[in-house]
């Protein structure tokens, strides 16, 4: 995970995406207001909604 300013990734948005989507990294925008984002590829987004949808499943 690596963490990058809001102006910083505003700035670089096509490479930060390439990288998300291509190299599997995770970023967190940080903005000035505190207010962060996080940033990762769909297929991530989605490995991880999997993960936490048979999580809940097991408990049940």
């Given at each position: 995970m690596t963490a990058v300013t809001s102006g910083e990734f505003l700035n670089e948005f096509t490479i930060y995406a390439d990288r998300a989507n291509d190299e599997n990294e995770?970023?967190?925008?940080?903005?000035?207001?505190?207010?962060?984002?996080?940033?990762?590829?769909?297929?991530?987004?989605?490995?991880?909604?999997?993960?936490?949808?048979?999580?809940?499943q097991g408990k049940q």
């Open positions: 995770t970023f967190v925008i940080q903005r000035e207001s505190g207010k962060n984002l996080v940033m990762m590829s769909m297929t991530a987004y989605n490995a991880l909604q999997k993960e936490l949808y048979m999580a809940r």
